[in-house]
Each structure stands twice: as C-alpha cells, then as structure tokens.
C-alpha cells in the first residue's frame, strides 16, 4: 500500500520544485528581458526588472546586421542530421550489443563512454588538419560528422539501456514466425523502443544544437550555425549586452519551443523501463 502524503508535505515540495525552477530559469527569463533594454539599461546598477523602457531596437540590429535565417537552417540541418546519422549508426550497434552480447560487450561500451572524458582541444589540431586537407572546413557536412562522433557514445548508451529492457522472447518469437535480421529490428525492435528512440533524438538534437567549440573552431561562414551566431556580439570593443541577448534569445527560442512541446515524450523516454 502507498504511504499516504499529507497536504503540508506536498505543499512543502511544490514551493521547493518551483523554486528550484525558476533557480534554473531564470538567467534564461533575465537574458530574453535584457533583449528589450537598451544597451545604458543592460548595465544599470541596480539592475532593472521590468519597469525599464521595453525596445526592440536590438532585435532590429541584430537582423540587419546578421543573415539569421542562415544560421538558423545551418543549425537545423547540422543538429538534426547528426543525429539521424547517429541513429543510423546507433541503433544496429546497440541492438547487437544488448542481444547478442560478446565477452568484450561491456568492455566496448565503457571504452565508448571514456572518449566523452577527453577534452575536446586535446584533438582539435588533428581534426581540423585532417578537414582542411579533406575540403570539409566549414561545411555543413563536416559538423554533421564530427558532431556524430561526438555524440554516438551517448547515443548507443542511450539505446542500449532501453533495448535491455525488451524482454529477448518477443525476438525469438519473431524470429520462429519467420522474420529476418532486418524485420526484427525495423519491424519489431524499433516500433518496441519509440519512446527511447524519440528520447534520444530529442535529447541529441539538443546536445548539437549547443555545441559551440566545435562550430567555433570548425566554421567561418558559410555553415555557421546559431552559436556562432552569438559569438559573432563579443568583440573586441567590448561585449554589447543587450545586443548580446537579442542574438541569445533568437538562437536558443526555437529550442527552446522544441523542449516546451516535447516534454512529455522526453521525460517517457527518459524513465523508460525505470518502472517495472
């Protein structure tokens, strides 16, 4: 039987959960306000709330000084490809190694998950001779690769979790009425896994869409995406806060929504054969 919560208790929680949200929220609140000032508002002390000459000058700038609809389909293109390159990848590796794991399996994934424990400078001077010589600097094709690199350790890891959770009779009876390897794992496996696969591409699409040091380092101009975006307001005059803010809030609102709108599914995923 339950243990019953009393209405003090669950009171008690909720003012703690919403303080410890608007903790995380609110540099994300200050910087969309900070948009609207003016840049003598932006560095007023004390700091001013709301009550502040509200202008949308800035976002004004920024668009006629920036090609953001640029950057924006260079984002898109670079995160979401990634992360279906990573799937593609991802998904046979973690299916093999969930169901028809080896002796060195666990040895593999810990290997996987070390790579995410070294700096990313440490190999920023191979990479970028290796994709100056190869022709892939600053294109969209050479993001969707490294960063697929980047992220498929989390992706198997990802994918692997939730693949051991399907119980292996519902494969060994797909396999005695006749399906192949690839039927069970498009028309079996997959369709299973939804919740985590969804999860996971969410969860990836994000990683991608915020990775600054390799867009920095890897891109000029042609296939900047949203970080470099931002990155392009601190110079070396001296960095223009309420600019600085405006070119924030357009990077990061379609994100944003995507997380607003994906919730539900992402926290599904991510508890996914948690309960049992």
């Known amino acids: 039987m339950a243990r019953r ?20 929220f609110f540099p994300i609140l200050w910087t969309i306000l900070t948009s ?4 003598a508002e932006a560095i007023a002390s004390p700091p001013k709330f709301l009550f502040f000459d509200w202008t949308l000058e800035n976002y004004a700038e920024v668009n006629s000084r920036s090609n953001y609809f640029l950057h924006f389909m260079n984002s898109v293109i670079i995160s979401v490809g990634s992360t279906l390159l990573g799937l593609a990848i991802a998904i046979p590796a973690a299916w093999s190694m969930a169901f028809v794991p080896g002796k060195r399996t666990k040895d593999v994934l810990m290997w996987m998950l070390s790579t995410k424990m070294l700096p990313p400078v440490g190999v920023l001077i191979p990479i970028y001779l290796l994709f100056r010589d190869s022709g892939l600097l600053d294109t969209r094709l050479g993001l969707v690769i490294v960063l697929t690199l980047i992220n498929l350790p989390i992706i198997v890891w990802m994918l692997f979790t939730y693949f051991k959770e399907i119980p292996g009779e519902i494969l060994e009876a797909a396999r005695m009425d006749g399906a192949g390897l690839w039927e069970e794992v498009v028309h079996v496996l997959t369709p299973m896994a939804v919740p985590g696969i969804a999860s996971t591409l969410l969860l990836n699409i994000i990683l991608a869409w915020n990775e600054a040091f390799w867009t920095l380092n890897l891109t000029a101009a042609k296939a900047a995406p949203l970080t470099a975006f931002i990155a392009s307001y601190s110079s070396p005059e001296g960095l223009f806060y309420a600019k600085l803010s405006a070119a924030s809030t357009l990077a990061i609102a379609p994100i944003l929504v995507l997380g607003w709108f994906s919730q539900k599914q992402l926290v599904r995923g991510l508890t996914f054969g948690a309960v049992k």
């Open 5 to 24: 919560v009393s209405n003090r208790r669950k009171t008690l929680v909720t003012i703690v959960a919403w303080a410890v949200g608007i903790a995380i």
């Open 36 to 39: 609207f000032k003016t840049e």
